[in-house]
């Protein structure tokens, strides 16, 4: 019983716009859509909601937006988090996601929103200034966004595992796939990276093809060793 007006009222920032999603998506009649339809929004036009991220666990030195971080702490859209030499983050986002900012990294939580009336639609951009994070990426099916930028590449990802980095004396960037694939776009090409694979992107905005990690080190031969 889904119509055009009933989603534009509901969905849009602007419910008027309707007729664009009609015409984007060759709808004939705007009242009797086939049941099972796949209708697309551009993300622009949505009613979006704003969320909060969790600093669920730490250690060392982190900063937001300049001040010392405690574990618990809500982070709001637009707060930069950065750790010391000594510092790591870990963060909840409210999409499920979780995300790991290692030392000395600076990330900024441009995006952190969820479309209004759809549970399972988040739009989560998060800028890599510095350094290096790793997530574990919720599945998000065909709804979601789930995207981590650094000044030469994005990293856009649906249920995954992997690492980022970003190196601005080189003005370099690093993906490393561990589970699913990431899409990693530079300014001049694209490429899909899937699990076990990793790409650089220079400063030119070009991705090398993806190669092959290194396998994991074997540590079951060294014997544990208590630190007090």
Known sequence: ???????????????????????????????????????????????????????????????????????????????????????????DLPDGSVVTLQRSSVLRLQTVQQVSGEKSAHDVQLGLDQGRVQTAVKPHGDVGRFEIRTPVAICAVRGTRFRAAFDPATRAAADETLAGTVAVSGARSAVSVPADFGTRVEANGTPIPPVRLLTAPDLSGISATNLT
């Open 1 to 91: 019983h889904d119509t055009l007006i009933g989603l534009g009222q509901r969905l849009l920032r602007e419910p008027r716009r309707w007729r664009e999603v009609q015409k984007r998506n060759h709808i004939g009649n705007a009242r009797r859509i086939p049941l099972g339809t796949a209708i697309r929004i551009p993300y622009a036009w949505l009613r979006m909601r704003v969320q909060t991220a969790l600093a669920a666990d730490l250690s060392g030195t982190v900063l937001a937006d300049g001040k010392p971080l405690a574990a618990g702490a809500t982070l709001a859209q637009g707060s930069r988090i950065a750790t010391g030499p000594d510092g790591s983050v870990t963060l």
